[in-house]
T-cell receptor, first 110, second 118 residues
Framework: DAKTTQPPSMDCAEGRAANLPCNHS???????VYWYRQIHSQGPQYIIH???NNETNEMASLIITEDRKSSTLILPHATLRDTAVYYC???????????FGDGTTLTVKP | GAVVSQHPSWVICKSGTSVKIECRSL??????MFWYRQFPKQSLMLMAT?????????EQGVEKDKFLINHASLTLSTLTVTSAHPEDSSFYIC??????????????FGPGTRLTVL
């Protein structure tokens, strides 16, 4: 699996957009980009995933650069409940398993 | 979305005893289940991958005789920590996926099991 690099922490004001970057410069053609988040002492929660096109769902938007070497998760209107550790993962579709990096601790402040 | 449960949610045991943790997919059939371990303030570390009806594949450095994994049905996988010691105290998380129904490799995670070995 390709390795990912994320900033260790970020702050965001409540109601503002949170933009979480992820670098995955060694991604290969059959690897998807997945985003999960983990609220303290809970299991990770799926947010969104994509291959090469930008994606949007009710939780977030995922922007993947044209060369697929980086991506950005966007939470359009962050709330206090969005405070969590966000993990960007690149998964080989054949292997099926995911390797978690250190993630980004997002703190949403009032 | 799909729901995965774990039981128990927390367990305290004495050193030297064995502990079994169950992972169930409640509303879908999980062809593949994954077991992770997470120490405080650290990321999830994949321990093993199990496919229904076959032996689990363990990650490097994970002792297969100490962490017994059974995936006997499409809705249940178990992790048994044998002869547990204090250093096995951790947060154990399972996830499940069904590539035949959901987006390929989308994993649904359980709520985790907190194991404390005294």
């Amino acid at each position: 699996d390709a390795k990912t690099t994320q900033p260790p922490s970020m702050d965001c004001a409540e109601g503002r957009a949170a933009n979480l970057p992820c670098n995955h410069s060694t991604i290969s053609g059959n690897e998807y980009v997945y985003w999960y988040r983990q609220i303290h002492s809970q299991g990770p929660q799926y947010i969104i995933h994509g291959l090469k096109n930008n994606e949007t769902n009710e939780m977030a938007s995922l922007i993947i650069t044209e060369d697929r070497k980086s991506s950005t998760l966007i939470l359009p209107h962050a709330t206090l409940r969005d405070t969590a550790v966000y993990y960007c993962i690149v998964t080989n579709t054949n292997a099926g398993k995911s390797t978690f990096g250190d993630g980004t601790t997002l703190t949403v402040k009032p | 979305g799909a729901v995965v449960s774990q039981h128990p949610s927390w367990v305290i045991c004495k050193s030297g005893t064995s502990v079994k943790i169950e992972c169930r997919s409640l509303d879908f059939q999980a062809t593949t289940m994954f077991w992770y371990r997470q120490f405080p303030k650290q990321s999830l570390m994949l321990m093993a991958t199990s496919n229904e009806g076959s032996k689990a594949t363990y990650e490097q450095g994970v002792e297969k005789d100490k962490f017994l994994i059974n995936h006997a049905s499409l809705t249940l996988s178990t992790l048994t920590v044998t002869s547990a010691h204090p250093e096995d105290s951790s947060f154990y998380i399972c996830s499940a996926s069904d590539s035949g129904f959901f987006s390929y490799n989308e994993q649904f995670f359980g709520p985790g099991t907190r194991l404390t070995v005294l």
